[in-house]
């Protein structure tokens, strides 16, 4: 038997995050300097923490309406190009769960999967040009191998979880193809891709919160 | 970081509650929404809207009035206005006959603006849209985002919102922005950098003595760094590769000498003297001339130079009446 999310541990997971994202302000604002123009933290931050702030009304939500609304409130919170992505991934995840009360693995998996197309199609990018797509798409594949060859759950999201934090690291070495980074002559190559990094926080943060407080 | 300014958080809202406050004929949408919109609504007239990351003042809010947009939507600083602010400009500015959304090409604003026209679509409210790309610091291409809109912008505002009062359809008025945006070519260059307020300190160094030929007005890196030179040299540098983009030679011009928001009108003059004597030389006609602060980078220092092919068409509505707080013709 598969785990199962609810609102209520997806909120929680969200916290975790939020307070991961705004401690690591000096970082994350470092990174964005080198390629970007230093306001990734700065949006992102503000974007997470509306969801704090909104945490007791989604908790109990659906989970597929707390999705929708959090795609809501990161589109209009966020702002830029993070923003829509961010904004229309979540509305692509309620889609891909409608009518879900609570979500098992598979169900999990197919929300990220529905997120990462969605930023795909919106944003025109592909793995490999060096946007948070790059965390998170190796992530989705990754989870669906290990559910298809029935790996366990704990197991399962180490593996996940791993995924997203090599996809950052990977982002590296790679040339920028979208955003402020495709400008530079360089086109970033040397410098992490500060959106891949917070994306890579996102997912691990999830999969620690399902290891360590719902699979027993 | 020295500023003028009581929040972060707040420096786009109390901006645009200043702006209006200033200026009558404008209003302001309120915190949250950040839109500035004409006071007096003309009624069957294509809405010209555009809108983008604060920081650029006075664009876009300083361009709303009689004879250029009926409404400006501002994002957080460098950052795109999110659809549900775009949506409330598009309403603002929508008397029936359309709205014609004015973008520049960075891709935060192209996607949050076509997200705003496809809301907008749902409720009934038609729109269209230009990409402003005429920085040719970059290379055009269709592999990557391409090129950006810098202060081109401004005389696309201007086309359209001239078009637009005189009646034209969204068709009409979408083909003379088109043109405006296919005729127009700018090159910038920096001195300094520029700090986000709510950031704190400046996103990159440059040396004292040092230039960087091409950089983009969120502080986007350019072609090329070096020590700074005389303003003819400079001018012959920027000028030389808008000319080497687009023929330009026995034409009509309209030129644009953009301040970044931290260089005096006292180089922007002696830059253009410059950059008028390298045209003249060129068997470039120049029919009119802008210097000032039109589409700045915060505190940043330095220019940009903009050249606007004219024909007929286009004198007449660059000599069209507008009546905008930072545009006036």
């Not at chain 1, 070495?173 to 002559?185: D, P, W």
């Not at chain 2, 309120?30 to 920081?55: A, C």
């Not at chain 2, 034409?251 to 004597?277: C, D, H, Q, R, S």
């Amino acid at each position: 038997m598969s785990f199962v999310i609810t609102s209520k541990d997806y909120i929680n997971y969200i916290n975790i995050v939020s307070k991961k994202i705004y401690e690591d302000r000096d970082y994350i604002t470092d990174l964005d300097a080198a390629t970007g123009d230093g306001d990734h933290w700065t949006n992102i931050n503000m974007g997470f923490q509306s969801l704090v702030g909104a945490s007791d009304e989604l908790r109990e939500m659906p989970i597929c309406e707390a999705f929708k609304k959090i795609g809501m409130l990161m589109m209009s919170k966020i702002g830029g190009s993070s923003g829509i992505l961010y904004g229309g991934a979540y509305l692509a995840a309620s889609k891909a769960v409608a009518g879900k009360e609570s979500i098992d693995s598979q169900e999990l998996c197919t929300a990220l999967e529905a997120m990462v197309n969605d930023m795909m199609m919106r944003g025109k990018a592909k793995p490999g040009h060096k946007t948070m797509i790059d965390a998170l798409y190796p992530a989705v594949q990754t989870y669906k191998e290990a559910l298809a060859s029935g790996t366990d759950d704990k197991k399962t999201l180490e593996l996940v979880k791993q995924a997203a934090i090599d996809g950052a690291e990977a982002t590296r070495n790679m040339e920028a193809v979208k955003g402020r980074a495709s400008y530079q002559t360089n086109k970033g190559v040397g410098h992490l891709d500060p959106g891949a990094v917070t994306m890579s926080y996102q997912i691990e943060c999830l999969c620690d919160y399902i290891i360590n407080n719902v699979i027993n | 970081m020295k500023k003028i300014i009581n929040n972060p958080d707040n420096v786009v809202s109390e901006m645009l509650q200043g702006l209006a406050k200033a200026n009558p004929s404008v209003v302001y949408s309120g915190v949250g929404i950040e839109v500035i919109s004409r006071k007096e609504k003309k009624q069957n007239k294509v809405g010209v809207i555009s809108g983008g990351g604060s920081g650029h003042e006075p664009a876009h809010a300083g361009y709303v009035g009689y004879g250029m947009l009926d409404a400006a939507v501002a994002g957080n600083v460098f950052t795109s206005p999110s659809p549900d602010r775009i949506l409330e400009g598009i309403k603002q500015a929508d008397s029936g006959k359309g709205v014609l959304m004015i973008i520049k090409n960075y891709s935060g604003d192209v996607m949050n603006f076509q997200m705003a026209g496809e809301l907008a679509g749902s409720e009934g409210i038609k729109t269209d849209y230009v990409i402003v790309r005429d920085d040719v610091a970059v290379p055009d291409s269709t592999y990557s985002t391409g090129r950006r809109g810098i202060a081109g912008t401004i005389f696309v505002h201007k086309i359209a919102g001239a078009a637009a009062e005189q009646g034209k359809s969204l068709e009409e008025v979408k083909a003379l922005a088109q043109k405006t945006i296919d005729n127009v070519r700018s090159m910038g260059m920096a001195m300094t950098p520029c700090i986000l307020p709510a950031v704190g300190r400046p996103g990159f160094e440059l040396g004292e003595d040092e230039v960087e030929i091409g950089m983009g007005i969120h502080g986007e890196p350019g072609v090329n760094r070096e020590k700074i030179s005389q303003a003819k040299e400079l001018a012959g540098k920027l000028v030389g590769r808008i000319l080497d983009d687009y023929e330009f030679t026995g034409n009509e011009v309209a030129v644009m000498i953009n301040g970044l928001g931290g260089t005096p009108l006292m180089e922007l003059y002696i830059f253009y003297n410059e950059v008028e004597k390298i045209l003249t030389e060129k068997g470039i006609k120049i029919y009119r001339t802008f210097v000032g602060n039109y589409m700045t980078s915060l505190e940043m220092a330095g220019c940009s130079v903009t050249l606007l092919k004219l024909d007929r068409e286009l004198k007449d509505l660059l000599d069209f009446r507008c009546d905008a707080p930072a545009f006036r013709v």
